[in-house]
């Protein structure tokens, strides 16, 4: 057992974890942020990716001891039903989601994109990006749509960026 100090959408949080607990059972289990979906448990899916200190990982593919001292985000702590970030409302606008499992996966990781490629991302490199996410609805042309026009947002709405 190991005791950790993180902080999570933006509240810090000490917990005492067997230390190969992954991040993605500790958001689940012990935090109760059930945003974050477990889809495959292999990393392959990207069901599970969370920003940690601002960078998109796959929490199924994290211990959560390696996230002690760092910032974790999840789907809950960029916007909810009452104020949605602008990447969750062009998901909205652009039906982005059917089944909606892979959304908070797809949406984290448009976020990532966002900070490594900027606001202005053309087809190719999203669906180049988006490799790692799997949607098994979709197609993923209308997730496609979502995160270049989130992306497009955050750069007018620039609290949106944070």
Not at 23 to 43: A, F, I, K
Not at 56 to 76: I, N, P, S
Not at 121 to 133: A, H, K
């Amino acid at each position: 057992m190991q005791t950790i100090t993180l902080t999570v959408n933006g509240a810090d949080v000490t917990a005492t974890i067997d230390v190969r607990t992954l991040l993605v059972q500790l958001l689940r289990d012990t935090l109760n942020l059930t945003g974050t979906h477990v889809g495959c448990d292999t990393s392959q899916c990207g069901a599970c990716t969370v920003l940690l200190d601002g960078v998109g990982v796959k929490a199924c593919a994290v211990l959560a001891v390696q996230a002690d001292g760092l910032e974790v985000t999840t789907v809950e702590g960029i916007g909810g039903p009452e104020h949605l970030h602008v990447m969750q409302e062009a998901f909205r606008e652009h039906h982005g989601l059917q089944c909606g499992f892979c959304t908070p996966g797809m949406i984290m990781a448009g976020l990532d994109m966002v900070r490594r490629h900027g606001p202005v991302m053309d087809e190719t490199t999203v669906r180049t990006e988006l490799e790692g996410n799997i949607c098994r609805c979709t197609g993923y042309h209308n997730i496609v749509l979502a995160i270049m026009a989130g992306a497009r947002a955050m750069a007018a709405v620039p609290a949106a960026a944070e």
